[in-house]
């Protein structure tokens, strides 16, 4: 994933988006949304990660999708280790988050921003 500048032959990695889709489990919004604001969300910041918005379905109750932002693949690997094999999240954060989500549905789309997009 690169971008060319004003230069041609000059490349540099271009930042990206992952829209992360999740089905959440019946009756379990309320819980889920205070656990991904209170622990998920200060967890994965703490450790480098930037989360551009989380929203919930304004109808759909099982509707959840969020977005965190990558500078390049490499920090991207960088910081899902950081996150995914902490004894912490690995113990502790992970098995409350199978309880509350599907995740075998879990949908991620990489994204990479336009020219005319706020978000870069």
Known sequence: MLFSGSDQ???TPMAFYELRQYVIR???MAEWVKMFDSVIVPFQVARG???GGSFR???DESV???LRRFESEAERERLYKAVYEDPEWTGVISPKVGALIERETIKVQRLTPTGSSVLR
Do not use: A, I, L, R
């Open 9 to 11: 032959n000059e490349e």
């Open 49 to 51: 990660h930037v989360v």
């Open 57 to 59: 379905g304004e109808t």
């Open 64 to 66: 959840f999708v969020w």
């Open 26 to 28: 019946p009756g379990c």
